[in-house]
């Protein structure tokens, strides 16, 4: 953050300490010198921070050091006294090393210590097209937030209003002082109110400057990315409500311009020309743009521009006629989300298929968790008589169950694992045992969940939201019959389960489970089993030459399902 240029130990007694208040006669001190680096965003932050420390007498400072060996010694009352040390580290902290330690004298940005060498940059925190007036004399600030991601800052179209003589003009956000009010806080609260955005925490100033009237004072801001910062929000959803426009009936809207295309701007407003280009684009940056307009720029301009040209130009008008052309141009118009979405549903598709990138995407999370899977499934399932449950995956261990249907058990194990260029390596599986635990809501105590609540967590749940996937997968895809004929053997087996569950589709009494121990579940997707549509409730085939047989006698343990019901529970589950 800066240098020590000069480091003193002031024993007590030293006279010099008759200028800092209630400091006690029996007490020295270290007196550091320190200088911040204000060429770096945290040498700034931390010059600002103990600033204003300083200026509410809160600020305080810690330091860093050694002690060698033969430093220190121990009093016979175990008190440990340091006869020597190596400094360290002199460092603004939030609660100082004792109650003591104070700043003397904080000075300003400007001037410098004498033996150092201070150069004026665009990032300085202080530049000035002219010499800086007194605080009382600025009545007019402004902030311009320029985004790093992208280079461009944020400007405002004033409102449409046949009085204001700017109307339609493009500007930095600012706005007159009021009584005794600080020109950065004004600039800060002008900004907020007539964009309705706050800015983000990141958010950091890095630079300002005085117009040459002398009455102006604009402060440049630098957020992380554009999208930091919410512009155009519907007057309800706005964050900071405008006291100058408290309806919303002449809401001003804001844009991100390229700093190359604004010298040049026709729409932007005289006041602003005076506004120096160069601080803007080297703010907070590592890299000053060119001077000259890029392509991008110019187009961007020349697209705003066009309207306005044919409109007449630069020739002088009335405030009302310059409104009436203003109105005429062009203009930004804010969208809630869901008008956006609806225009983009409204979008007819593109007759030929988008032009995808030949660069393929990196190994997504769910395509190694598949292979992670197959890997313990081959591990663990050796003899065919097993199958897996993934429990959880973490960055070096996975969670599974292992379930054996001969002897109708589970167990659970952790199975640590390294990849290496791709490859997937499975150590030695270590048994564990699982546990479900309930934390209500809003308070840190933990219970252990019931029966009902293991079962519902770890059971039904993940199985709702794998089944819900599959369903519309499946529905908004557009395989064939041909093609889901294994979607079809699996769901048979997930029937053929909540049949043995005691859960039946149709609503009907519970299915006992047969003592044969084979499958409980019906082929629903098999005509035979509810016969032919056009065979009578007995399930008697309608053949003349049959009319007198006795129909066949029934097991007693036959469950007999409706057939309408049944289809029309299946039509249901497929929509």
Same mark, same amino acid.
């Given at each position: 953050?800066?240098?020590?240029?000069?480091?003193?130990?002031?024993?007590?007694?030293?006279?010099r300490?008759?200028?800092?208040?209630?400091?006690?006669?029996?007490?020295?001190?270290?007196?550091?010198?320190?200088?911040?680096?204000?060429?770096?965003?945290?040498?700034?932050?931390?010059y600002?921070?103990?600033?204003?420390?300083?200026?509410?007498?809160?600020? @305080?400072?810690?330091?860093?050091?050694?002690?060698?060996?033969?430093?220190?010694?121990?009093?016979?009352?175990?008190?440990?006294?340091?006869?020597?040390?190596?400094?360290?580290?002199?460092?603004?902290?939030?609660?100082?090393?004792?109650?003591?330690?104070?700043?003397?004298?904080?000075?300003? @940005?400007?001037?410098?210590?004498?033996?150092?060498?201070?150069?004026?940059?665009?990032?300085?925190?202080?530049?000035?097209?002219?010499?800086?007036?007194?605080?009382?004399?600025?009545?007019?600030?402004?902030?311009?937030?320029?985004?790093? %991601?992208?280079?461009?800052?944020?400007?405002?179209?004033?409102?449409?209003?046949?009085?204001?003589?700017?109307?339609?003009?493009?500007?930095?956000?600012?706005?007159?002082?009021?009584?005794?009010?600080?020109?950065?806080?004004?600039?800060?609260?002008?900004?907020?109110?007539?964009?309705?955005?706050?800015?983000?925490? =990141?958010?950091?100033?890095?630079?300002?400057?005085?117009?040459?009237?002398?009455?102006?004072?604009?402060?440049? @801001?630098?957020?992380?990315?554009?999208?930091?910062?919410?512009?155009?929000?519907?007057?309800?959803?706005?964050?900071?409500?405008?006291?100058?426009?408290?309806?919303?009936?002449?809401?001003?809207?804001?844009?991100?311009?390229?700093?190359?295309?604004?010298?040049?701007?026709?729409?932007?407003?005289?006041?602003?020309?005076?506004?120096?280009?160069?601080?803007?684009a080297?703010?907070?940056?590592?890299?000053?743009?060119?001077?000259?307009?890029?392509p991008?720029?110019?187009?961007?301009?020349?697209?705003?521009?066009?309207?306005?040209? +044919?409109?007449?130009?630069?020739?002088?008008?009335?405030?009302?006629?310059?409104?009436?052309?203003?109105?005429?141009?062009?203009?930004?118009?804010?969208?809630?989300?869901?008008?956006?979405? @609806?225009?983009?549903?409204?979008?007819?598709?593109?007759?030929?298929?988008?032009?995808?990138?030949s660069?393929?995407?990196?190994?997504?999370?769910?395509?190694?968790?598949?292979?992670?899977?197959?890997?313990?499934?081959?591990?663990?399932?050796?003899?065919g008589?097993?199958?897996?449950?993934?429990?959880? =995956?973490?960055?070096?261990?996975v969670?599974?169950?292992?379930?054996?249907?001969?002897?109708?058990?589970?167990?659970?194990?952790?199975?640590?694992?390294?990849?290496?260029?791709?490859?997937?390596?499975?150590?030695?599986?270590?048994?564990?045992?699982?546990?479900?635990?309930?934390?209500?809501?809003?308070?840190?105590?933990?219970?252990? +969940?019931?029966? %009902?609540?293991?079962?519902?967590?770890?059971?039904?749940?993940?199985?709702?939201?794998?089944l819900?996937?599959?369903?519309?997968?499946?529905?908004?895809?557009?395989?064939?019959?041909?093609?889901?004929?294994?979607?079809?053997?699996?769901?048979?087996?997930?029937?053929?389960?909540?049949?043995?569950?005691?859960?039946?589709?149709?609503?009907?009494?519970?299915?006992?489970?047969?003592?044969?121990?084979g499958?409980?579940?019906?082929?629903?997707?098999?005509?035979?089993?509810?016969?032919?549509?056009?065979?009578?409730?007995?399930?008697?085939?309608?053949?003349? %030459?049959?009319?007198?047989?006795?129909?066949? +006698?029934e097991?007693?343990?036959?469950?007999?399902?409706?057939?309408?019901e049944?289809?029309?529970?299946?039509?249901?589950m497929?929509?």
């Amino acid at each position: 953050m800066g240098v020590v240029v000069e480091c003193e130990e002031w024993l007590p007694g030293d006279p010099r300490f008759r200028d800092i208040p209630d400091w006690p006669a029996e007490a020295g001190a270290l007196v550091a010198t320190v200088v911040y680096n204000l060429r770096t965003r945290q040498g700034r932050d931390a010059y600002e921070q103990v600033r204003q420390w300083h200026e509410h007498k809160q600020a @305080a400072f810690s330091i860093g050091y050694r002690v060698p060996d033969t430093g220190a010694s121990k009093r016979g009352d175990g008190v440990r006294i340091i006869h020597d040390l190596e400094l360290f580290e002199v460092s603004p902290v939030l609660h100082g090393a004792h109650p003591l330690t104070r700043s003397l004298e904080v000075k300003s @940005a400007i001037g410098g210590h004498a033996e150092l060498e201070y150069k004026t940059t665009p990032a300085h925190v202080e530049i000035d097209v002219v010499v800086a007036p007194k605080n009382d004399a600025i009545r007019v600030a402004g902030l311009a937030v320029k985004a790093a %991601d992208t280079a461009r800052v944020l400007m405002i179209q004033r409102a449409l209003d046949e009085e204001d003589p700017a109307a339609g003009m493009w500007e930095i956000p600012g706005g007159h002082l009021e009584d005794g009010e600080d020109p950065l806080a004004a600039a800060l609260r002008e900004w907020a109110e007539e964009t309705g955005s706050t800015l983000p925490g =990141t958010a950091s100033v890095v630079g300002s400057w005085t117009a040459p009237n002398g009455i102006y004072r604009g402060f440049v @801001a630098v957020v992380p990315t554009e999208d930091s910062v919410p512009i155009n929000a519907p007057h309800d959803d706005r964050r900071v409500a405008n006291p100058d426009d408290p309806k919303g009936e002449a809401t001003e809207v804001t844009a991100w311009w390229p700093i190359t295309a604004l010298p040049d701007m026709t729409l932007l407003r005289p006041e602003c020309r005076e506004t120096p280009w160069a601080l803007l684009a080297g703010a907070a940056l590592p890299h000053v743009p060119a001077p000259k307009a890029a392509p991008q720029a110019k187009e961007f301009a020349e697209g705003v521009m066009a309207r306005y040209q +044919a409109l007449g130009g630069d020739e002088k008008k009335s405030a009302c006629a310059a409104v009436k052309a203003a109105r005429a141009l062009p203009r930004i118009e804010h969208k809630s989300a869901r008008s956006m979405v @609806a225009e983009a549903k409204s979008i007819p598709a593109p007759l030929e298929a988008p032009v995808m990138s030949s660069k393929p995407l990196p190994e997504s999370q769910e395509q190694f968790r598949a292979r992670l899977s197959d890997a313990v499934r081959e591990l663990l399932d050796q003899d065919g008589g097993t199958w897996t449950c993934i429990e959880g =995956t973490y960055p070096d261990r996975v969670i599974v169950s292992m379930h054996s249907e001969d002897e109708r058990r589970t167990s659970h194990y952790a199975i640590p694992y390294t990849v290496t260029a791709g490859e997937i390596t499975l150590d030695q599986p270590q048994p564990v045992e699982l546990a479900t635990v309930v934390v209500p809501e809003g308070t840190t105590a933990a219970r252990a +969940a019931t029966e %009902d609540e293991d079962v519902d967590a770890r059971v039904v749940q993940p199985t709702v939201g794998a089944l819900s996937d599959a369903t519309a997968r499946v529905s908004s895809s557009t395989a064939g019959p041909e093609q889901l004929g294994d979607v079809r053997d699996k769901v048979r087996d997930l029937i053929a389960a909540l049949s043995a569950k005691g859960l039946d589709v149709d609503d009907q009494e519970p299915v006992d489970r047969p003592a044969s121990g084979g499958s409980p579940g019906l082929d629903l997707w098999d005509d035979d089993t509810f016969g032919d549509d056009d065979a009578d409730p007995e399930g008697v085939a309608a053949d003349e %030459d049959d009319e007198d047989d006795e129909p066949a +006698a029934e097991p007693e343990d036959t469950v007999r399902l409706d057939p309408d019901e049944v289809k029309a529970a299946l039509a249901l589950m497929r929509s």
